[in-house]
C-alpha cells in the first residue's frame, strides 16, 4: 500500500496543512513584503530623527540665513525675483535629493557590511518589490526633509518681508518627487557598488555633491561664461532645481516641459538598472 492514499483522509489532511504553512503563493506583487520592507526603511531613519531629519533642515537653514544676511541685500534680483526667494527653492530641492541619495545608499552599505543584507534576500520579495521599497522608503526621507525645510524657510522668509509664494503647485509636487525618486535610485545603484564606505563617502563628494552645487542652486547659470553654462544643460539637477524653483517663482531659466522629459527618462533608465543589478544579486550574493 505505498504511495497509496490511506483510507482515514490523511493524505487530504496533509495537503490541506501544506497549502496553509507551506510555500505561499502571491499575486502579480507581495504587497505584504513590500511594505514591510517600506516601513523597515521608514522607521530606520526615523528611530533617529534627530540626526537624518532635524540635522538637515538645521543646516539648510543656516545656509538660507547665511546667504541672505550676508549677501541678500547685496545681491540684485534674478530674472525680476528676489534673491531671497530665488535660493530657498534651491535649497530646499539640494536637501530632498541629498537626503534620498544617503538613505537608500547607507541602508544597503551598512546591510552590505553587516551582513544582514541576507535578511533582505531571503524573503518572497522580487528584484522589483525591493526597487520599489527601497525607493520608495528613500523619497519618503528626501521628501519629509524638505517639507520641513520649506516649512521652516517659509517661516524664515515671512520674518523678514519676503513671504513665500508657490505659482504652479504642479511643478513644485513633480519636480520635488522626481528628484526624491532619481536621487533615491542613485543611491541604490551606489549602495550596491559600494564594499566600503570610503566608496560610498568617494560618491558622495566626488559625484553628488558637484551635481548639486554646480547646478544653479546658489546663483543663476545664465552668468556663468562659455564652457560652463553650455555644460550646465547637461547637469540633469539643473533642470530640477530649475522646474522646482519656477513652481514657487514663476520663473525658469530653461524649458520646463524638457525638463520634465528629461527626468522621466532618467526614471526609466534608473529603475531598469536598479531593478536589473537586484536581480542578478551584484555585489549582494558574494
Known amino acids: 500500500m505505498d504511495g497509496a492514499n490511506p483510507p482515514d483522509g490523511t493524505a487530504s489532511i496533509g495537503l490541506k496543512e501544506q497549502a496553509d504553512f507551506g510555500e505561499r503563493r502571491f499575486g502579480a506583487v507581495n504587497w505584504l513584503g513590500l511594505w514591510t520592507l517600506y516601513l523597515k526603511e521608514v522607521r530606520r531613519f526615523i528611530k533617529v530623527v534627530a540626526q537624518t531629519v532635524i540635522a538637515p533642515v538645521i543646516s539648510t537653514l543656516l545656509f538660507l540665513i ?163 553654462r553650455s555644460a550646465s544643460q547637461f547637469n540633469p539637477v539643473y533642470y530640477l532645481i530649475d522646474g522646482f524653483r519656477a513652481g514657487f517663482t514663476g520663473h525658469a531659466e530653461s524649458n520646463v516641459v524638457i525638463g520634465i522629459a528629461l527626468t522621466l527618462g532618467l526614471i526609466i533608465v534608473l529603475s531598469a538598472a536598479c531593478y536589473l543589478l537586484l536581480r542578478s544579486g551584484y555585489k549582494l550574493k558574494e
Open 66 to 228: 547665511v546667504f541672505t544676511q550676508a549677501f541678500g541685500a547685496a545681491r540684485p534680483a534674478i530674472g525680476g525675483v528676489p534673491f531671497v526667494e530665488f535660493l530657498a527653492p534651491g535649497l530646499i530641492m539640494m536637501a530632498v535629493l541629498t537626503n534620498a541619495f544617503t538613505n537608500s545608499s547607507s541602508s544597503l552599505i551598512i546591510a552590505k557590511v553587516q551582513g544582514s543584507i541576507v535578511d533582505v534576500l531571503m524573503p518572497p520579495l522580487s528584484a522589483g518589490e525591493l526597487t520599489v521599497a527601497f525607493v520608495a522608503g528613500a523619497a519618503t526621507r528626501g521628501l519629509l526633509v524638505g517639507f520641513i525645510t520649506l516649512i521652516t524657510s517659509a517661516g524664515f522668509m515671512m520674518a523678514n518681508g519676503a513671504p513665500m509664494k508657490i505659482e504652479a503647485l504642479s511643478l513644485v509636487l513633480y519636480f520635488s518627487m522626481a528628484a526624491a525618486i532619481i536621487f533615491a535610485m542613485l543611491g541604490v545603484l551606489g549602495g550596491i557598488w559600494a564594499e566600503k564606505f570610503d566608496q560610498l563617502a568617494a560618491v558622495t563628494n566626488f559625484i553628488i555633491t558637484p551635481l548639486t552645487f554646480l547646478s544653479g542652486t546658489f546663483y543663476s547659470i545664465e552668468r556663468l561664461p562659455e564652457p560652463f
